[in-house]
T-cell receptor
Framework: GAGVSQSPRYKVAKRGQDVALRCDPI?????LFWYQQALGQGPEFLTY????????KSGLPSDRFFAERPEGSVSTLKIQRTQQEDSAVYLC?????????????FGPGTRLTVL | GNSVTQMEGPVTLSEEAFLTINCTYT??????LFWYVQYPGEGLQLLLK?????DKGSNKGFEATYRKETTSFHLEKGSVQVSDSAVYFC??????????????FGKGTSLLVTP
């Protein structure tokens, strides 16, 4: 079956522009995560959804970052007024539900470059 | 808070050599431990996992044992192949507020296997 997909795969933005990154999780997956991966680093948690509810947004670096999952499936991560430090790969992952041993399935990521 | 420390790379080995990538963790609860792998041009994928102390995860000839006494989860393979060249990430999941068991990753270790 289809895995997690993300679009666009690459995005170049001028500083100050708004961007929207899309994630299509595996059908039926309850849990959805967004991570940010800087060059040469491991992914860092941004936010978590259980169905349509955003239960944890403690990892969002500033109030310029906003995420939603209105119908409990597709999710969008929006970054307003992008800054150079926002340049990173943004990863989406989904799993069947909240459990500490549950595998997360990752999308290919969106590489954001802010000029 | 929770954290993962893994040995820095890059690691360069000849084909059929023995591989060890060290990983230690700090956690407040009883985490599950994972190794994820990122092959060139591909997304993160689960390599193996262990959910409780003394469990051994294994897959594709790789093994790692959950050692609570040393808070470690070292990755080993007896004979590496060129196709094992990738970046390896150690990670843990533990319940933190409402994070849905988000993953805490190490920085990653790049492995290059030469013929």
């Amino acid at each position: 079956g289809a895995g997690v997909s993300q679009s666009p795969r690459y995005k170049v933005a001028k500083r100050g522009q708004d961007v929207a990154l899309r994630c299509d999780p595996i059908s039926g997956h309850v849990s959805l995560f967004w991570y940010q991966q800087a060059l040469g680093q491991g992914p860092e948690f941004l936010t978590y959804f259980q169905n349509e509810a955003q239960l944890d947004k403690s990892g969002l670096p500033s109030d310029r970052f906003f995420a939603e999952r209105p119908e409990g499936s597709v999710s969008t991560l929006k970054i307003q007024r992008t800054q150079q430090e926002d340049s990173a790969v943004y990863l989406c992952a989904s799993s069947t539900g909240p459990d500490r041993g549950r595998e997360q399935f990752f999308g290919p990521g969106t590489r954001l470059t802010v000029l | 808070g929770n954290s993962v420390t893994q040995m820095e790379g890059p690691v360069t080995l000849s084909e059929e050599a023995f591989l060890t990538i060290n990983c230690t963790y700090t956690a407040t609860g009883y985490p599950s431990l994972f190794w994820y792998v990122q092959y060139p041009g591909e997304g993160l994928q689960l390599l193996l996992k262990a959910t409780k102390a003394d469990d051994k995860g294994s897959n594709k000839g790789f093994e790692a044992t959950y050692r609570k006494e040393t808070t470690s989860f070292h990755l080993e393979k007896g004979s590496v192949q060129v196709s094992d060249s990738a970046v390896y990430f150690c990670a843990l999941s533990d319940q933190g507020s409402n994070s849905g068991y988000a993953l805490n990753f190490g920085k990653g270790t790049s492995l290059l296997v030469t013929p």
